[in-house]
């Protein structure tokens, strides 16, 4: 959890979430425990980070779209 903890400060989020969802993926039992749930909570913490980064990344890229799919051709036709 550590190494997970040190990656995410780091930036490294996905990479963070990928190598602790591994690890947490191997335990079949003992999720009561204190280690478990912290590193649920962790987890859960990357997860909603990761998928902000993605929703960002997508506004990004439509932004960057809409503002080249308006042309001249495209305003004159509006215009008709």
């Given amino acids: 959890m550590s190494l997970a903890r040190l990656w995410q400060q780091q930036g490294k989020q996905s990479e963070a ?7 947490y ?3 079949t039992e003992g999720f009561a425990t204190a280690d478990l749930q912290e590193a649920k909570a962790l987890l859960t913490t990357l997860a909603g980070r990761e998928t902000k980064r993605r929703n ?19 305003e004159k036709s509006r215009s008709k």
């Fill in 17 to 23: 979430r990928q190598i602790l969802t591994e690890i």
């Fill in 25 to 27: 993926n191997w335990f």
């Fill in 56 to 74: 960002e990344e997508k506004d990004a890229r439509r932004k960057t779209s809409s503002s080249r799919d308006i042309s001249p051709k495209t």
